[in-house]
């Protein structure tokens, strides 16, 4: 979402201030994956699911994501401030899931690898980033950027969506394959569209190029604004289930079931800078949220 902001900010020259895994290849039942001739159809139906190996509280974790894991707009206009991220964040205040689930020293244990502006193609190259600290945890939150396009029609296809978030993973499963994986779902970006137009301030912001599929004439309703936010909208679920599914293919991942993109954001949790991205306080909510996906057994 950045690159698009900045973009739109340098055409308005005066408005600068507004501005791992590892896959379950082994059978339901742990043998050969072919039943034997005492075994039941019955007993083999209800036979007990494979337990996923799942530390609560790992030793090490990378960050990996786009503008919301980099804490942009959170603290001053156009910066990042990975300070506030809810991943690895080290303010007491958003109490990051690095924070909450190290068991020591979150502060040199904790890598972000995230950029603004990233998109989900972008991932893989994060993953090998990530890989170079041999994390025992990644978290990712990816998505927006493939979303935020010029128009509906410019989005990313679901299927490169899904080999490029397929291929990070299996990456990560190859070279690490002790690491588990915490995949956030993306946010409603309608959401943070009817929250954000509000603001006089944050619809100004948005004129300069932020989210243009999504924010675009934010006060219009008519069919044809309504129908492109809706086809956004759609498009997020659709990502979202995508990560959902390649997540569940692989026994050291979590995903986190659409918590995030059912979170329901209030002005107060908005960067004041673009009324987009989640301010400190939306950051902790992210934390927390994100926290006790991870801090199950």
């Given amino acids: 979402m950045r690159s698009l902001l900045r973009r739109g900010l340098a055409l308005a ?28 159809h019955s007993a083999a139906a209800h036979a007990p699911k494979p337990v996923r ?13 786009d503008s919301i894991t980099r804490g942009f707009d959170a603290c001053s206009p156009l910066s990042d401030c990975p300070e506030v991220s809810w991943a690895t964040g080290t303010r007491t205040k958003v109490d990051s899931v690095a924070q909450r689930l190290l068991a020591t020293a979150p502060a040199t244990k904790s890598w972000n690898v995230a950029h603004s502006g990233a998109r989900v193609a972008d991932l893989p190259d994060q993953a090998r980033a990530a890989a170079a600290h041999r994390p025992a945890m990644v978290t990712v939150l990816i998505g927006a950027n493939d979303a935020c396009a010029s128009t509906a029609d ?66 219009s309703h008519s069919a044809a604004a309504e129908q492109r936010r809706d086809t956004v909208r759609n498009r997020v679920i659709a990502y979202n289930a995508v990560l959902g599914e390649v997540c569940g293919q692989y026994t050291r991942c979590r995903y986190d079931g659409g918590a995030v993109f059912d979170y329901r954001f209030g002005t107060g949790e908005l960067s004041t800078w673009d009324w987009f991205h989640p301010n400190a306080d939306g950051q902790a909510e992210l934390a927390r949220i994100l926290s006790s996906i991870a801090d199950r057994n």
């Fill in 13 to 40: 020259a005066g408005a600068a201030l507004l501005g791992g895994c590892t896959v379950s290849a082994s059978p339901p039942n742990g043998g050969s994956g072919t039943p034997s001739a005492h075994t039941s």
């Fill in 53 to 65: 190996p799942w530390n609560a509280h790992p030793p090490s974790v990378a960050a990996l994501g």
């Fill in 154 to 219: 410019a989005m990313t296809p679901v299927a490169d969506f899904r080999d490029a978030f397929n291929g990070a993973l299996s990456y990560l499963h190859r070279v690490l394959p002790q690491t588990q994986i915490l995949v956030a779902s993306i946010p409603d970006l309608k959401r943070l569209w009817s929250v954000g137009r509000q603001n006089p301030l944050g619809k100004q912001v948005w004129k300069l190029g932020l989210c243009p599929s999504m924010l675009r004439d934010a006060d």
